[in-house]
């Protein structure tokens, strides 16, 4: 029978997730019998902003029952754009990307500024933010827009703006994916990613934001399960679970003192390799920190069994485990404190939450981030009153594991709605056969001017075949890229051509201005787009 004091020293190693909007049993009985570290919060969690900060609340009530030193770390990937967590009643802050196309960095530092003092307001004390992985591969299924470019410098100055802004509102701040998931092909919840650049490539370009960000005072760093085998011998050992990685590169050569998190522990790179449970204690032994398992309550059960296990066999020295708490007490002691948590009664959130003030920070930041990649005379289109415009968009928008499916909903024709009245729509899915694409094209020739969306195209994507033949019909038309702005290399004869980076309606809506001649946008492209020609 493990001690209390191994159980915890164990437990506070853990960040934890759960379903529901309100605390379930289980959960308060992992705070009181093994003190964990923390909770992750996903959509499923988040309801109004009330819900959220009375969720917040009980989460810290019931550790301050449990006899906590510090207050439990509550996080949250709230990277803004097409990667968020909260919803109604909060400002929808602009993505990495739509922050990389305006070309200021200032930008970065005043969206962390404002979406970080909302995490605050609302309980949350830190954000998995920011992404400072380099998107150098357009077909990267997972970072793409996440990203701020596939530059370098332009990545770790950004990079900086963003978590400075965040430090400064409160909120620790997480680098991720350590050392770079951005040059891959996989995404690494589907599957283990291999990336095999020399280590003096890795230097130059993955390496380079999280060195100069860990230079300027980062709080965490999140691990890749990613395969790096210019950095680990043994083949197929993601970077979580490399001591490598982890200690040698992390910890030794950048000179990171602060906290190593995890990427969650149940995606499948890990569980269906190592497994979960192993691959933490494996990922501890490395020199880990916290680690995340972010689902199951029998994966995050089975990981602090397995752990108390490999300590009391020797195989996981017990001073791990004590120095991790260490890191993790620093980190606490420095941003969490008792006296800021409403523990008493009920607490009304703060005005700042989906403040005038926030929206105007960020419509701004769209307006200089809405990007006319190609435009022959065709923009700002000048339409009569009864002149009609068709608006042809697929319907479903999500791609990526990590987005929160809640916001799949596009609304590109509300956007253009909002300054032309005689709009209609023609939503498709991804699976659109030539047939119907044969309808949208004869029904397109009754209006005026089309609005043509497009959602990250992907070789053979029956997109491409779409916009050609509508092309074909001589009709006047903008293309929309409402998150990929390669999608312009599958569609080369296209005049007039708009990059939006997310599909948040503020973006559209000023998108749709612009096309409109009533809003002034000056975004330039963070990625090179490919020649398919």
């Not at 701020?148 to 400064?168: D, I, N, P, R, T």
């Not at 934001?209 to 860990?214: G, H, Q, T, V």
């Not at 709009?423 to 089309?450: M, P, R």
């Not at 969306?453 to 992907?458: A, D, E, M, P």
Request: aromatic share 6%.
């Amino acid at each position: 029978m493990a001690s209390n004091d191994l159980k915890r020293k164990v437990g506070k190693l853990l960040i934890i997730g759960f379903d529901g909007k309100t605390l379930p049993d289980p959960i308060k009985e992992m705070i009181h019998d093994y003190h964990i570290g923390g909770i992750i919060l996903f959509g499923r969690n988040i309801g109004t902003p009330q819900e959220l900060l009375t969720l917040t609340s009980e989460l810290q009530k019931e550790a301050k029952r449990a006899g906590y030193e510090h207050p439990l770390l509550i996080c949250v990937d709230q990277e803004n754009g097409v990667v968020r967590r909260l919803g109604e009643g909060t400002t929808i802050f602009p993505g990495a990307m739509t922050l990389g196309a305006t070309d200021d960095p200032e930008n970065a530092f005043q969206v962390g500024l404002s979406s970080g003092a909302e995490l605050k307001a609302l309980g949350i004390n830190w954000n998995l933010s920011p992404v400072v992985d380099v998107n150098n591969n357009p077909e990267n299924p997972v970072i793409g827009v996440r990203s701020f470019g596939e530059s370098a410098e332009k990545v770790a100055a950004f990079g900086k703006g963003l978590m400075k802004g965040m430090q400064k509102a409160g909120v620790i701040t997480t680098l991720k994916h350590f050392p770079g998931h951005g040059d891959t092909d996989v995404d690494s919840h589907l599957d283990l990613p291999i990336i095999s650049h020399s280590k003096e490539r890795l230097d130059e370009i993955e390496l380079l934001p999280f060195k100069e960000n860990i230079e300027t005072g980062a709080d965490t760093v999140m691990t890749a399960h990613v395969y790096f085998p210019a950095i680990e011998p043994n083949s197929g050992v993601p970077a979580t679970l490399s001591e490598k990685v982890i200690t040698g590169l992390l910890r030794k050569e950048l000179g990171f003192k602060g906290v190593v998190t995890t990427d969650c522990m149940e995606m499948n790179a890990i569980a269906d390799g190592i497994g979960t449970s192993r691959g933490a204690v494996e990922a501890v032994k490395a020199g880990v920190d916290l680690v995340m398992v972010s689902h199951t309550l029998e994966k995050q059960l089975g990981v602090i069994t397995e752990m108390i296990e490999a300590v009391e066999s020797g195989e996981l020295a017990e001073v791990k485990l004590d120095e991790a708490n260490e890191r993790i007490d620093v980190l606490k002691r420095k941003y969490l404190n008792w006296d800021e948590i409403p523990l008493k009664g009920h607490a009304d959130v703060p005005d700042i939450v989906g403040s005038a003030q926030h929206k105007e920070i960020a419509d701004e930041v769209y307006r200089q981030s809405v990007t006319i990649v190609k435009n022959d005379h065709t923009i700002p289109v000048q339409l009569n009153d009864n002149e009609r415009v068709l608006v042809v968009c697929p319907e479903n928008g999500t791609t990526m594991q990590v987005e929160d499916k809640r916001y799949a909903t596009l609304s590109l024709d509300e956007a253009v709605k909002h300054y032309h009245k005689e709009t209609d729509a023609h939503y498709y899915n991804g699976a659109i056969s030539e047939e119907e694409i044969d309808t949208i094209v004869e029904k397109a020739k009754n209006y005026d001017f089309l609005v043509i969306g497009t959602l990250s195209i992907r070789p053979g994507s029956k997109q491409i075949s779409l916009v050609d033949k509508l092309h074909q019909t001589g009709q006047p038309y903008v293309v929309v890229a409402m998150r990929s702005p390669y999608d312009l290399q599958y569609l080369p004869n296209v005049k007039a051509y708009i990059n939006t980076y997310e599909f948040t309606y503020p973006m559209l809506e000023i998108t749709a201005g612009a096309i409109f001649g009533k809003e002034e946008v000056s975004g330039k492209l963070p990625v090179t787009i490919p020649s398919k020609g």
